[in-house]
């Protein structure tokens, strides 16, 4: 195999960089195509919901079901695309933007009281009962002035972080 | 863990992360959640925004798919090429002419007439001396030792051997890390080991249940779970016997690429008997020993090594080791995976091997959900009260 990154040409590098907004500098983008290339076994052009599912650190992460439902079936360009929020240069509103996805799976742009639910019983499982998690989101919603029935935007949750910021960083190795 | 502030980027010191000290069994994947979490310690409330925020998972995850340990394990990592000028490049294409050309059909020749001669004498020896085990067993054991050499000197294997040879006693048994199946080759060249292996498709499959069945050694199937068991009784029967010869245990249960070793399997380690470690390095410098045998059958593998120039390795046999008082076996594998990979100059990885046959266990996932849950709870009684 030896020599996968040859098949990027700097045309092809640049047109993916133009594709995540130059939020990875093209070694970073090398180095990502060799990870994508040996993620995506028989080399059909993206990776498998169940490739990615071999990687054993993603696949106990409570939340990989969620993640793969945005990164199930990706090309290369958009599998960059989508991990360019973990760059350092990537926005604030970009990242929070990413964390309003995860929580708002049916994608009608609005996170309701039984979406935040859902994200807390995957990070729970069984270590909080129906009634704990039910009881944590209301407070959550109290303490924040929110009623229960209110349904959260981007907007809600650019504010949220607006004061602390956002920690959402991912170096991509480069040798 | 360290005082790293929490603004940092997310980085797992990707070398050191999972190559975890002693005690590695227990995997603690979970450092960096559990060091985020605790800063939040403070305000006993449920903040909204400390409820919703899922960015160290999302690190986790991102970081997970962009590198990870346990792939590293399992990569081919195939020589750095010489032949990077003008001059040097006729020299490497008349090196390939010479591999190829010269050097293969004569290892060809030798492998083929290596498995005549130990044919023509081992189908007879088999079979007239079925009733004098003892002395079968001698010159079946000297035959196989005789083959294996012939495949070593197929490739050309240029081997170093550090401490004294095994010897044959009961009680004890030989584990050594897993690079490819030439390593019990390499070994079996010296001793007539008996291993325990996993079953293979093909004419390997039929040498193992022709030939090296008459060494002792026992077969499974990894994935059969009843296999297990009866291979856990056939050990236990085989250390007892005096006569039979040493057991060669691969503890990793699968191949890795001869820079990094999975977790040891219990099993070697409970069986209450003395382990001898053996630690195998190979070197790089012609070719990677490493079978991917996702990518590549045995024969393909043979056929690479054969048209290299050498397999340069070194083996080390090290210094028995028995359960300690207070030890557990889970504990006694790792000092000797300590050991080993120490000799042999190579990373440990928290990881089951095996994980490349099945999916991890949801335990480990509900650790890290626990984690959370212990977050969460003290909080929301604060409201109860």
Redesign the interface.
């Known amino acids: 195999?030896?020599s996968t990154s040859s098949m990027l040409t700097q045309y092809d590098i640049e047109d993916v960089q133009e594709h995540c907004n130059q939020l990875f500098t093209q070694r970073e983008i090398v180095s990502?195509y060799e990870?994508f290339c040996?993620?995506d076994?028989n080399g059909k052009g993206f990776i498998s919901a169940d490739e990615?599912?071999s990687?054993?650190?993603?696949?106990?992460?409570?939340?990989?079901q969620r993640?793969l439902r945005m990164?199930d079936g990706l090309n290369f360009k958009d599998f960059v695309a989508l991990?360019s929020v973990?760059s350092?240069k990537a926005s604030f509103p970009h990242?929070v933007e990413?964390?309003f996805k995860?929580?708002d799976a049916d994608g009608d742009g609005k996170v309701t009281w039984n979406d935040?639910l859902e994200?807390?019983q995957d990070?729970?499982?069984?270590?909080?009962s129906v009634e704990?998690r039910q009881?944590?989101?209301n407070?959550?919603?109290k303490?924040?002035g929110?009623s229960i029935d209110y349904m959260l935007t981007l907007q809600d949750?650019l504010q949220?972080?607006d004061k602390?910021?956002?920690?959402?960083?991912?170096?991509?190795?480069v040798d | 863990m360290s005082n790293q502030p929490?603004?940092?980027?997310?980085?797992r010191e990707?070398e050191d992360a999972f190559l975890l000290e002693p005690s590695a069994s227990e995997m603690d994947?979970y450092h960096f959640g559990a060091q985020e979490l605790a800063t939040k310690a403070e305000d006993k409330?449920?903040?909204?925004?400390e409820?919703?925020?899922?960015?160290p998972?999302?690190?986790?995850?991102?970081?997970?798919?962009?590198?990870?340990?346990?792939?590293r394990c399992f990569?081919?990592n195939?020589p750095e090429p010489w032949n990077w000028n003008i001059y040097l490049f006729p020299l490497w294409c008349l090196g390939v002419l010479v591999r190829y050309l010269i050097l293969f059909p004569i290892r060809v020749v030798l492998l083929a007439v290596g498995w005549i001669v130990f044919l023509a004498l081992f189908i007879p020896i088999h079979s007239i001396l079925r009733g004098h085990d003892q002395l079968r067993q001698m010159l079946e054991r000297g035959l196989v030792e005789f083959i294996c050499s012939v495949f070593v000197a197929s490739w050309t294997g240029v081997v170093k051997y550090h401490g004294p040879r095994p010897s044959r006693r009961p009680k004890q048994v030989f584990v050594a890390n897993h690079t490819s199946m030439i390593d019990f080759i390499i070994l079996e060249q010296m001793t007539a080991f008996a291993v325990i292996m996993q079953k293979h498709p093909g004419w390997v499959g039929l040498l193992q249940t022709t030939i090296l069945e008459s060494l002792g050694c026992i077969w499974f199937n990894r994935t059969e779970a009843k296999d297990r068991e009866i291979v856990a009784k056939k050990i236990k029967q085989h250390i007892e016997d005096p006569e039979k010869n040493p057991l060669l245990i691969f503890p990793e249960g699968t191949c890795v690429n001869n820079q990094y070793t999975v977790m040891f399997k219990k099993g070697a380690f409970e069986l209450g008997c003395t382990v001898c470690p053996i630690a195998i390095k190979y070197n790089k410098i012609f070719v990677d020993a490493f079978w991917n045998s996702?990518k590549q059958s045995f024969t393909m593998h043979l056929a690479q090594l054969m048209t290299s120039w050498a397999v340069v390795c070194d083996v080390w046999y090290m210094e028995p080791q028995t359960l300690q008082p207070n030890e557990t076996p889970i504990e006694f594998a790792e000092r000797v995976r300590d050991m080993i990979a120490k000799r042999a100059g190579i990373k440990k990885v928290a990881?089951d091997g095996y994980?490349k046959y099945y999916?991890?266990s949801p335990k480990?996932?509900?650790k890290?959900?626990?984690k959370?849950?212990?977050w969460?709870?003290p909080?929301?009684r604060k409201?109860d009260s």
């Open positions: 195999m030896g990502l990870r040996q993620l076994r990615f599912m990687v054993p650190e993603f696949a106990v992460n409570p939340l990989s993640m990164l991990l973990f350092a990242k990413f964390i995860i929580y935040v994200v807390l990070l729970s499982g069984p270590f909080l704990q009881e944590v989101v407070q959550a919603f303490e924040s929110y949750f949220l972080w602390t910021g956002l920690t959402m960083e991912v170096e991509v190795p | 929490s603004s940092a980027p997310f980085r990707r994947l409330r449920v903040h909204l925004r409820l919703l925020d899922i960015s998972f999302l690190n986790e995850a991102a970081s997970a798919i962009v590198d990870d340990s346990f792939t990569k081919s195939p996702k990881w994980l999916r991890p480990l996932t509900e890290r959900q626990q959370f849950a212990e969460v709870l909080r929301l409201e």
